[in-house]
C-alpha cells in the first residue's frame, strides 16, 4: 500500500492548484507528514483539509492512505467508500478501495471494484491484474477452509474410534503442514485477513497446539476485540490448556458483545459444568463415599472427553473409587487411562500395582512393577513396590500348607498337630495297599512338609511373611523319613 500513498501524493500536487490557498497548505502539510511517515500528523491535516472542502474524493483517498499506513483499515474504508460515493466514475478510488478489500479478504467486494474501473475504463491493466489476483486468493481460501473443515471432521471421527481413555491418531499436524505454503501464499494476497488467521488457529486447534492458538487469536482480538469468533476460539483453547478462568473470560467477552452468540454460551456452559461436576466427585472422594464419587467423575468425564489435562485428574479419581469399591478390573481401567493422558502419573503407577497386588493378580503386578521401576529408579516407593510384588507373587506359587493340612492361618498349635495326625494316619504308605503306596506317599510328604513348617514357630512365622525356606530346612535335626530337594522332613507320631 505504500505506492497507493506516493500515487496519493502525486496526485495532490495537481490537487493543490485546484483548491483554495488554506486547503492547498494543509495538503501540503499532510503529504510530507506522509512521507517523513508521521502518519497521525498526515491524518490531522487531512482531516482538517476535508472539514474546508468535503466534496472532493481525492481528499478521503489521501487521508486512507494515512490511515492504512495506521493500521486503521476500518477507518480507511469508510474514507474510500465516501470517495467512490461522491464520484461514482473515479477509478483510482475503485482501484484503492478493490486493494484495500483484498488485503481483508473480502473477495466479493474486491472483485466488484476491479469489475466496476473495467466497465469504466476497459482493459485498464491494473484493474485486470487486481482482478486475477483477487480470483486466485479467494480459491487459496476455499482451499484453506476445505482443510480445516476436513481436519476437524478426521480428528472428531478418531477420538470416536479410539474410545475413552486413548490417544486418537493425530493428523491435524500433517494437514497445517500441507497447507502452509497455500497459508502463506493466502498472506502476501490478503496480509490483514482476519478470516485466514481465524482458520490458521482453527488448524492449530485440531493439531492441539494450544498456545499456538491463544497467540495467534491474541494477535487477532487486540487488533479488534469484537472478533467473537477469534475470542471464542481462545476461550476454547485456554480451555484445553487448563486454565478456566481465562476461558470463561473469553466467552463472557463474546457474551457481552452479542448475548445471543450461540457457540460462546455453550462454550461458557460447557466450563461450568465441568467445573462444577468434577468439584462434586472430589468431594465426594474426600468424604470418601466411593459410590458418589465413581458416579461424580463418570458424569464429569462425559462432559468433554477431549480434556486431556483435566481429565487425567478425573480418570486417576475414578480409579481410586473404583479400587476403593473392589471394582478391580474397572479400576485398572480407569488407571490406565490415567497413564495415557499423563504416562508420568507416579501415582496412578503406585495405585495400579497395589490394585492388582489387592487383587492378587501377582504375575500382572511383577511385570507391572517392573515396568514402573524401570521408569523411576531413583524412587524407593517404586522399589519397595517391586519386591513386594515379587514376594507376593512367590508366595502365591509355593504350596498352602494351611490347606495342605485343612486348617485356618489362625489355627493354633493342638489344631496343627491333631490336623496332622489324622492326616498321617489316613496316607500313611503303609496303611495302604500296594497299587496305592506311590500316591500315598506323594500326599503324604505333602502332610509332612506342612507340619515341619506350620508346627515350628520360627518356621512358620518366615513362611507367612514369605521368606524363603530352603535354607532354613537344611540342617533340620532329627531322623528324615522322606527328603525332596533338599528338604529334609521329620515325622513324629508323638507329643
Known amino acids: 500500500m505504500r505506492a497507493l500513498g506516493l500515487a496519493v501524493v502525486l496526485a495532490g500536487l495537481l490537487l493543490d492548484a485546484a483548491l483554495g490557498n488554506d486547503v492547498g497548505e494543509l495538503l501540503k502539510q499532510g503529504d510530507a507528514a506522509f512521507a517523513a511517515s508521521t502518519y497521525s500528523s498526515a491524518v490531522r491535516y487531512y482531516s482538517q483539509a476535508i472539514d474546508l472542502q468535503s466534496a472532493q474524493p481525492l481528499l478521503y483517498t489521501k487521508r486512507a ?282 501415582e496412578a503407577k503406585l495405585l495400579l500395582v497395589r490394585t492388582l497386588l489387592e487383587a492378587e493378580r501377582f504375575d500382572e503386578a511383577q511385570v507391572k512393577a517392573r515396568e514402573f521401576l524401570s521408569q523411576h529408579q531413583n524412587d524407593g516407593e517404586f522399589h519397595e513396590l517391586a519386591r513386594e510384588a515379587e514376594r507376593r507373587l512367590k508366595m502365591a506359587k509355593r504350596k498352602d500348607y494351611y490347606k495342605v493340612l485343612g486348617v485356618d492361618k489362625a489355627a493354633g498349635d493342638r489344631d496343627i498337630k491333631r490336623a496332622y495326625r489324622e492326616l498321617a494316619k489316613k496316607y500313611h504308605p503303609d496303611k495302604v495297599s500296594a497299587e496305592e503306596r506311590e500316591a500315598s506317599e506323594a500326599q503324604f510328604r505333602e502332610i509332612a512338609e506342612a507340619y515341619e513348617v506350620l508346627s515350628d514357630e520360627s518356621k512358620r512365622q518366615a513362611y507367612d511373611s514369605g521368606q524363603d525356606l530352603e535354607e532354613m530346612q537344611q540342617g533340620q535335626q532329627g531322623h528324615p523319613f522322606f527328603q525332596q530337594g533338599g528338604m529334609h522332613f521329620t515325622f513324629r507320631f508323638g507329643g
Not at 493500521?71 to 482501484?95: H, M, P, T
Not at 476455499?142 to 478426521?154: D, G, H, I, P, R
Not at 497446539?209 to 469484537?226: F, L, N, W
Open 65 to 346: 492512505a494515512a490511515y492504512i499506513s495506521l493500521r486503521s483499515l476500518a477507518q480507511a474504508l469508510r474514507d474510500l467508500n465516501k470517495a467512490v460515493e461522491l464520484d461514482d466514475a473515479f477509478v483510482q478510488g475503485y482501484i484503492n478501495r478493490g486493494k484495500l478489500q483484498r488485503q481483508m479478504c473480502n473477495y466479493e467486494a474486491a472483485e466488484r471494484d476491479f469489475k466496476r474501473v473495467l466497465e469504466l475504463k476497459p482493459g485498464q491493466k491494473v484493474a485486470e491484474q487486481e482482478l486475477q489476483r483477487t480470483l486466485a486468493a479467494r480459491s487459496k481460501m476455499e482451499a484453506l477452509q476445505a482443510a480445516v473443515k476436513a481436519a476437524e471432521v478426521a480428528k472428531a471421527e478418531a477420538a470416536k474410534a479410539a474410545g475413552d481413555g486413548a490417544e486418537p491418531p493425530n493428523t491435524a499436524t500433517a494437514d497445517l503442514e500441507r497447507v502452509k505454503p497455500t497459508l502463506e501464499s493466502l498472506y502476501e494476497d490478503s496480509p490483514d485477513c482476519v478470516q485466514a488467521q481465524v482458520l490458521e488457529a482453527q488448524l492449530m486447534f485440531a493439531a492441539a497446539e494450544y498456545e499456538q492458538v491463544v497467540a495467534v487469536t491474541g494477535r487477532i482480538v487486540k487488533a479488534d476485540d469484537r472478533q467473537l469468533d477469534a475470542l471464542v476460539l481462545r476461550g476454547r483453547a485456554y480451555f484445553y490448556l487448563y486454565d478456566h478462568d481465562m476461558a470463561k473470560r473469553h466467552f463472557g467477552e463474546a457474551l457481552k458483545y452479542d448475548p445471543d452468540h450461540g457457540a460462546a454460551r455453550k462454550e461458557f456452559n460447557k466450563v461450568k459444568d465441568y467445573d462444577r461436576k468434577r468439584s462434586r466427585a472430589e468431594k465426594a472422594l474426600e468424604a470418601q463415599d466411593w459410590e458418589a464419587a465413581e458416579k461424580g467423575f463418570i458424569d464429569a468425564l462425559h462432559v468433554d472427553r477431549d480434556h486431556r489435562k483435566g481429565n487425567e485428574a478425573l480418570w486417576f479419581g475414578l480409579c481410586r473409587a473404583r479400587a476403593a469399591l473392589g471394582r478391580v478390573d474397572l479400576a485398572l481401567t480407569a488407571c490406565t487411562n490415567t497413564l495415557i493422558l499423563a504416562p508420568g502419573h507416579r
